[in-house]
């Protein structure tokens, strides 16, 4: 049974649509990232999840229960953390997590959540002081604090040094692998979650346009052959009587998307030696990340 699943759903504001018809089921022991730019409606869909706000239309079923206003059967299970982190300013990080652990009525102490979220330097401090990114570790460690079977995350990885997000990133997917717990967060940068996540889902203007498994993405990069020679309309020509299909590349040189010439770069390179221009550069590139986040997200403008 999945951990979450969500069919259908709609969220509409007077004329805007935040959520349009989203269908989507995480397994456990999945780490599922929305990916969306600020406005895809990411920040909607998980407080929809969260039973924070009723969706128009559509059904939500987290941890094999119905999600709707005032059903809580969940949440004893569930760990989130939604938009901006909150703290107690003017109590100190210990006290704030030590109230989290009364309220959720479990045993032990804090020590352990602490030093699994680095913040044993700041235990003492109180919260008000902390740094934006010890402060985001702060109400992860609220969300961590029950070893929750389910972690709902928005943005976790905002206002994180780079070395504060390899910790995150080693933190969540540790819990995965080792506790099988299910993950769903989300976030704008596709390079930081196609590290973490093990599924894709692409969300733009409040749709879902593509879901897929983080170890697929290679397979929809485009990939293309850039070539440099001293003679790029020489070289051209003798690439067209060969069949390949040159253009010319942006920052000078021959670009060949030919999956062939893809396939048998050394083919391309002997066609021009033997044809005394040889190439002074040949590599395949490959479409980054960001790109291709934006080349899908733009598809839907036409
Ligand atoms: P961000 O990364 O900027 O937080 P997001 O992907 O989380 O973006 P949402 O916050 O879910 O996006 O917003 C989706 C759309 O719904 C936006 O156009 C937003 O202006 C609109 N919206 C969200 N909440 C409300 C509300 N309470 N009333 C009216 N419109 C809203």
């Given at each position: 049974?999945?951990?979450?699943?969500?069919?259908?759903?709609?969220?509409?504001y007077r004329?805007?649509?935040?959520?349009?018809?989203?269908?989507?089921?995480?397994?456990?022991?999945?780490?599922?990232a929305?990916?969306?730019?600020?406005?895809?409606?990411k920040?909607?869909?998980?407080?929809?999840?969260?039973?924070m706000i009723?969706?128009?239309a559509?059904?939500?079923?987290?941890?094999?229960?119905?999600?709707?206003?005032?059903?809580?059967?969940?949440?004893a299970?569930?760990?989130?953390?939604?938009?901006?982190?909150?703290?107690?300013?003017?109590?100190?990080?210990?006290?704030?997590?030590?109230?989290?652990?009364?309220?959720?009525r479990l045993?032990?102490?804090?020590?352990?959540?602490?030093e699994?979220?680095?913040?044993a330097?700041?235990?003492e401090?109180?919260?008000?002081?902390l740094?934006?990114?010890?402060?985001q570790?702060?109400?992860?460690?609220?969300?961590?604090?029950?070893?929750?079977?389910?972690?709902?995350?928005?943005?976790p990885?905002?206002?994180?040094?780079?070395?504060?997000?390899?910790?995150?990133r080693?933190?969540?997917?540790?819990?995965?692998?080792?506790?099988g717990?299910?993950?769903?967060?989300?976030?704008?940068?596709?390079?930081?979650?196609?590290?973490l996540?093990?599924?894709?889902?692409?969300?733009?203007?409040?749709?879902?346009?593509?879901?897929q498994h983080?170890?697929?993405?290679?397979?929809?990069?485009?990939?293309?052959?850039?070539l440099?020679?001293?003679?790029d309309?020489?070289?051209?020509?003798?690439?067209?009587?060969?069949?390949?299909?040159?253009?010319?590349?942006?920052?000078?040189?021959?670009?060949?998307?030919?999956?062939?010439?893809?396939?048998?770069?050394?083919?391309?390179?002997t066609?021009?030696?033997?044809?005394?221009?040889?190439?002074?550069?040949?590599?395949?590139?490959?479409?980054?990340?960001?790109?291709?986040?934006?080349?899908i997200v733009?598809?839907?403008?036409?």
């Amino acid at each position: 049974m999945p951990v979450i699943e969500v069919d259908g759903l709609v969220k509409r504001y007077r004329d805007v649509t935040a959520v349009d018809d989203v269908s989507l089921h995480v397994e456990q022991g999945q780490i599922y990232a929305l990916l969306g730019l600020n406005g895809a409606g990411k920040t909607t869909l998980i407080r929809m999840l969260l039973g924070m706000i009723t969706p128009t239309a559509g059904s939500v079923s987290v941890l094999g229960a119905a999600v709707t206003a005032g059903a809580r059967s969940a949440w004893a299970r569930t760990g989130y953390l939604v938009e901006a982190p909150v703290a107690y300013p003017e109590l100190t990080v210990r006290e704030n997590l030590e109230l989290v652990r009364r309220l959720r009525r479990l045993p032990g102490g804090t020590d352990e959540v602490i030093e699994r979220l680095a913040l044993a330097p700041y235990a003492e401090r109180r919260a008000r002081t902390l740094s934006l990114g010890n402060l985001q570790r702060l109400a992860l460690a609220k969300a961590l604090i029950h070893a929750p079977d389910l972690l709902i995350l928005d943005e976790p990885v905002n206002g994180l040094d780079p070395a504060g997000v390899v910790e995150i990133r080693t933190l969540l997917a540790g819990l995965a692998h080792q506790h099988g717990t299910t993950v769903l967060l989300s976030s704008h940068l596709l390079a930081e979650v196609a590290r973490l996540a093990t599924r894709i889902g692409i969300l733009h203007h409040g749709r879902l346009l593509a879901e897929q498994h983080a170890d697929q993405l290679d397979q929809h990069r485009r990939r293309h052959l850039h070539l440099g020679t001293r003679d790029d309309t020489a070289a051209e020509r003798v690439l067209q009587a060969h069949g390949y299909h040159p253009h010319p590349a942006p920052g000078g040189g021959l670009q060949l998307t030919d999956e062939h010439a893809l396939a048998r770069p050394d083919q391309v390179a002997t066609v021009l030696v033997q044809a005394g221009v040889p190439p002074t550069r040949l590599l395949t590139e490959e479409e980054d990340l960001e790109a291709y986040f934006l080349r899908i997200v733009g598809a839907d403008h036409g």
